[in-house]
């Protein structure tokens, strides 16, 4: 009995085991429960294959989708105080910026870069909601206007792609302050002449909604997204009354004329390279390179040209 429950019985259960499955092979969609494979979901840029829900991405996912050739380069961006308030809550914000960066891999809540797309020169600004719900702090005021004054001297428009809770509670009323300071910065480009468009994504609110994120020349969302300063919850709260469906959503703004356009993300590169190019005034963007020709002379008239020659001429040079 020995060998048998020692040796036999455990080998027969390594062989009918059920093998583990590593946790990051798949995602669970948030709206219909869909279980996606990893693979397909990025190649889908974040959208549920099954319901077309837009889900989370990150900056640097975005840029790669969006530039030419996934390539682009990133923009410095002054370095605020790290903790001008000493704030403490459950935790110091010190803690909570640690835990943020090491979670996210960036530094903070929004990526400056500039590139191509469609041959057009950009320069564009990310909010990584993952990285303390994407709040505005001075750090992102700093990145705002970084990016402004980028495409100044570059002579560029610039593309900003919003998702944001709102201010940063942990800097208080420097938070707030950047309000106003974004809001000169995108005056700097509408007193160069440069287009500034605006992408708003799930969720875009609070304080960010009430300053850069609604002074765009164009105003696009992504579906479904949240556009909102107060939340529907807050606001059924306060007047007591129920709200129609979809409230605040980008349908329903783009139905009351306060967007632009909505435009799936895979759409999106496209939508983009046709609005700027036709603001700064270029043609139609180049969709591929055709290959130069090669120079081969030109038969004298009445000659028969010898297709053979050009190859033959090729192998002794």
């Known amino acids: 009995m020995n060998w048998i429950s020692n040796y036999v019985r455990p080998r027969i259960n390594s062989l009918f085991s059920r093998r583990e499955v590593p946790e990051n092979l798949w995602t669970k969609c948030s709206e219909c429960g869909t279980m996606l494979f990893h693979r397909e979901f990025a190649e889908n840029l974040n959208v549920c294959t099954n319901c077309d829900h837009h889900m989370a991405i990150t900056p640097r996912e975005r840029f790669a989708a969006l530039f030419d050739g996934g390539v682009f380069a990133e923009v410095d961006v002054p370095a605020p105080v790290e903790d001008p308030l000493h704030f403490k809550d459950q935790k110091k914000y010190p803690e909570r910026m640690k835990a943020a960066r090491k979670d996210t891999g960036e530094r903070e809540a929004m990526l400056v870069a500039e590139g191509e797309i469609g041959r057009t020169p950009i320069v564009a600004a990310a909010q990584d909601f993952s990285f303390m719900g994407g709040s505005m702090g001075m750090y992102v005021g700093n990145a705002i206007i970084a990016a402004a004054e980028r495409a100044v001297a570059s002579k560029r428009p610039l593309v900003l792609f919003s998702a944001a809770g709102g201010a940063r509670m942990q800097e208080g009323i420097l938070s707030l302050m950047q309000m106003p300071r974004t809001t000169v910065a995108v005056q700097m480009l509408k007193e160069a002449g440069l287009p500034y468009i605006v992408v708003l994504t799930h969720p875009t609110t609070g304080g960010v909604t009430a300053s850069y994120a609604m002074l765009g020349d164009v105003h696009i969302a992504e579906p479904n997204a949240l556009i909102c300063f107060a939340g529907p919850r807050v606001i059924e ?26 435009t799936h993300r895979k759409d999106m590169k496209d939508e983009l390279v046709t609005i700027l190019r036709m603001l700064t005034g270029q043609g139609p963007a180049v969709k591929g390179d055709l290959p130069k020709p090669e120079d081969v002379p030109t038969p004298a008239k009445g000659d028969t040209p010898d297709p053979a020659k050009p190859k033959a001429e090729a192998k002794k040079a």
């Open 237 to 262: 709260q306060t007047i007591r009354e129920k709200l129609p469906d979809g409230f605040q959503r980008a349908e329903y703004l783009l139905d009351h004329g306060m967007l632009d356009r909505v």
